[in-house]
C-alpha cells in the first residue's frame, strides 16, 4: 500500500493550491483520510480530517480557509487550501486509515509528503 501525495509548491500570500494525495496497492476499504503539517522545528499537527461517509473536522487556524474532500472511487483526498498564509508554510503529510485485502485490522499510513511555501 502506498500513498502518494502531490500538489505542493510556492505560492504568495492570499494565494491558492490543491493538494491531492492518492492511496494504492491492495486496499480493501479506505476509513478515515486526513491532512497533517509541520512546520520547521515544529510538532506534526493535524489539519483536517474527513471520514468515510463525508463527516470533515479542521484545525482551528485553517477553518474557514481550507476544505479537505476525498473521492472513494479513486482512494484519493484532497486538500483546497485559500487564502494562504505564511503561517501555513509546511510539509503536508496524507493519511489513511484503512484495511488491506485479506484484512480484517485497520491499519494506518502515511503519504510521503509535500512542500507548502507562501511567503508574505
Known amino acids: 500500500v502506498q500513498l502518494q501525495a502531490s500538489g505542493g509548491g510556492l505560492v504568495q500570500a492570499g494565494g491558492s493550491l490543491r493538494l491531492s494525495c492518492a492511496a494504492s496497492g491492495s486496499i480493501s476499504t479506505i476509513n478515515g483520510m486526513g491532512w497533517y503539517r509541520q512546520a520547521p522545528g515544529q510538532q506534526r499537527e493535524l489539519v483536517a480530517t474527513?471520514?468515510?461517509?463525508?463527516?470533515?473536522d479542521y484545525a482551528d487556524s485553517v477553518k474557514g480557509r481550507f476544505t479537505i474532500s476525498r473521492d472513494n472511487a479513486k482512494n484519493t483526498v484532497y486538500l483546497q487550501m485559500n487564502s494562504l498564509k505564511p503561517e501555513d508554510t509546511a510539509v503536508y503529510y496524507c493519511?489513511?486509515?484503512?484495511?488491506?485485502?485479506?484484512?480484517?485490522?485497520?491499519?494506518?499510513?502515511w503519504g510521503q509528503g509535500t512542500l507548502v511555501t507562501s511567503p508574505a
Open positions: 493519511n489513511a486509515h484503512l484495511i488491506r485485502i485479506g484484512g480484517p485490522h485497520e491499519y494506518r499510513y
Open positions: 474527513i471520514t468515510r461517509g463525508g463527516l470533515t
